[in-house]
């Protein structure tokens, strides 16, 4: 007899068995299909990948402004010398979102509380403008804001009288950054007054031209700003960058018997909001335009 194929059987060829863990060939149409799409997609060059850059940018700048740092205008004369008019500082907006309260000494940015700025005249931006306040890159020009010292928060006694100073507590205060040549509070004395709980009592560096909290004790807030309208604590001046310096809570508001809150939580502020959003946008990008150079060799 001639020879016999092994495993046949009944005239017929068996196929040949595969381990069960082997791989079957990719066949057209599915990976390899994919494999030579790849190599024949050019990589996109970065002015096609600039716009989804910026886009990111922008989306990154709007979080940032809404929830960790804003930056605002400075339209008067009433926090010199500390401030000067067409200074821009950073607010950190982080802290209050974690329940942390103003404290006294704090320079603070907040929402007219009672009409304060009533009279005042309102600026009308252009469309560039708009669109740079929506994105943080310039204050709101819609939103009434003020900037201000914190004085004395909630549960604090404050009061001054003419020829005296500022006394908080009982205790007096050392006050160096009012405006050269003003007195505390010879303008318009005050108190004593005992601060609600929920509420903080505001007053301006340049004391005699300061519409601040003494001359609001008629309203309807009787002169406290409510902590639910305070925006969040200025913590550096950014511009110009001949005056850049930071905003410390000076030393007076740190003797002992203020009975001093606790400090809040460091916030990471410093960086306009378009520059965080560049610096979170760029590596997304990146990291898009390598899995795409990825795809290529793995054909």
Partial sequence: MGDVAVGARSGRDEPEKRPEDAVEPETEGQGGEDAEDAEERPQRSFWKELPLL?????????????????????????????????????????????????????????????????GEPTPQPNLVQQVLSKIGLMPSADEKDLIKRVIAVGGDTVECKKGGPVKVNGKELDEPYIFPGNTACDDAPFGPLTVP??????????????????????????????????VGRAVVIAWPVTRWATLPVPDTFDQPGLDKQPAPAAAAVGVAPAALGVAGAVPLVLLRRRKLAGGRTAG
Avoid: C
Wanted: cysteine-free; glycine content about 8%; proline content about 5%.
């Fill in 197 to 230: 709980k929920g509420k903080i009592w505001v007053m301006g560096d340049h004391r005699q031209n300061s519409q601040d909290s003494r001359y609001h004790m008629q309203d309807s807030t009787g002169g406290f700003v409510p902590v639910n309208k305070v």
């Fill in 54 to 118: 910026i886009g990111i940018a922008l989306l990154l700048a709007l979080l940032i402004k809404t929830f960790l740092v804003q930056a605002f205008s400075i339209p008067s004369d009433s926090m010199q010398d500390t401030l000067q008019r067409g200074d821009r500082v950073l607010v950190d907006k982080l802290t209050p979102w974690f329940g942390s309260e103003p404290e006294r000494g704090e320079v603070v940015v907040f929402h007219d509380p009672a009409n304060w700025l009533a």
